[in-house]
T-cell receptor
């Protein structure tokens, strides 16, 4: 297992098109997270799954965004009717869940960079 | 939700200098604080801090947490050009959720 894998690495699309990103987490990790990062900012939480259950969604996740993790392994993040403001790096991370002290270390993928023209 | 505030936003130093990066946070039901290094792509994990006053060390990097004053510092001694990156501080929010809230990061540039 080589870590968290994301594809595509780069996507350029025209406004109004739909895009889908895929994330393959570390195989033994049961938790999977999606974050969005724009230039000069830290990653912003979008949503996370424990196995196939989507446990939390940010208010940032408008109804044009949908994420799935159908079999509790890989996940997809779809953005419908893209807007220029959606241009960002979309980061996926996975984890084993809370450690003994409630601490949770996320391992990130390299990200999928979206440019909406 | 908790905020995580990092300073400075940007730092430019020469190789060999020592730098101190700051992270302050609001607290309710503190659980942990994490530091990540982000070069051009994925943030990579550096340290997780849960107890006040106990230094975590890895090579030239070290970090410590002060739960009374609500901050953490990340020190890098004898900086090298390979230390150039954005350093991110993050913590989980107080309620029972596993997400992390990140600061905006400190961009460190080390010149030869």
């Amino acid at each position: 297992d080589t870590g968290v894998s994301q594809n595509p690495r780069h996507k350029i699309t025209k406004r109004g098109q739909n895009v889908t990103f895929r994330c393959d987490p570390i195989s033994e990790h049961n938790r999977l997270y999606w974050y969005r990062q724009t230039l000069g900012q830290g990653p912003e939480f979008l949503t996370y799954f424990q196995n196939e259950a989507q446990l939390e969604k940010s208010r940032l996740l408008s109804d044009r965004f949908s994420a799935e993790r159908p079999k509790g392994s890989f996940s997809t993040l779809e953005i419908q009717r893209t807007e220029q403001g959606d241009s960002a790096m979309y980061l996926c991370a996975s984890s084993l869940g809370q450690g003994p002290s409630g601490a949770n270390v996320l391992t990130f993928g390299a990200g999928s960079r979206l440019t909406v023209l | 939700e908790d905020k995580v505030v990092q300073s400075p936003l940007s730092l430019v130093v020469h190789e060999g200098d020592t730098v101190t990066l700051n992270c302050s946070y609001e607290v309710t039901n503190f659980r942990s604080l994490l530091w990540y290094k982000q070069e051009k792509k994925a943030p990579t994990f550096l340290f997780m801090l849960t107890s006040s006053g106990i230094e975590k060390k890895s090579g030239r990097l070290s970090s410590i947490l002060d739960k009374k004053e609500l901050f953490s510092i990340l020190n890098i001694t004898a900086t090298q050009t390979g230390d150039s990156a954005v350093y991110l501080c993050a913590k989980p929010p107080p309620r029972d959720t596993d997400k992390l809230i990140f600061g905006t990061g400190t961009r460190l540039q080390v010149f030869p």
